[in-house]
């Protein structure tokens, strides 16, 4: 398979290029989580990749699709259910990898709206702490206070 080819020749120049178009594939196949792991060897092989803030951006699309409710494909024909906690991993993997860059705080606001939806209240309140607390200057701080108080009166009622 083109993966294993990949796998193979590692230490090639054209290694991380070849990740990034697999990934798009991947990604227009429906196979979403095979699209971002490709991604994720990038971020871990090759952090120096001159398109890294690019490969960040992808994957921030990749768990935009899955949030939007895209369905995802088995080896690429088969249909299967949406799992937002694909979407979470994706996030919080972009919050991990470019804590400094303009999708960190936007991960943590999305993350938080999807386990508010999936009725992990603890979650949500966490990925809203971390935002407030660890981009206290972002245009998304104020909606994380609201947002973290109508969780916090939703988790009261869920009681």
């Not at 991604?39 to 690019?54: A, G, H, M, S, T």
Request: include cysteine; charge should be negative.
């Amino acid at each position: 398979s083109a993966a294993s080819d990949v796998y193979k020749r590692q230490d090639s120049i054209f290694a991380p290029e070849a990740y990034f178009q697999m990934s798009k594939v991947y990604v227009a196949r429906g196979q979403f989580m095979e699209g971002y792991n490709c991604l994720q060897e990038i971020v871990k092989r090759y952090p120096d990749y001159p398109k890294f803030n690019q490969i960040i951006g992808e994957q921030y699309n990749i768990a935009s699709i899955i949030q939007g409710g895209a369905t995802p494909y088995w080896w690429g024909w088969f249909p299967w259910f949406t799992n937002y906690n694909d979407a979470i991993k994706i996030y919080e993997s972009v919050v991990s990898d470019a804590p400094y860059s303009d999708y960190a705080p936007i991960a943590l606001m999305n993350i938080s709206l999807i386990a508010q939806d999936e009725g992990k209240f603890e979650v949500a309140f966490d990925a809203l702490d971390r935002l407030i607390n660890s981009y206290p200057n972002s245009m998304l701080a104020p909606d994380a206070y609201m947002q973290m108080a109508k969780i916090y009166n939703l988790s009261l009622i869920h009681i």
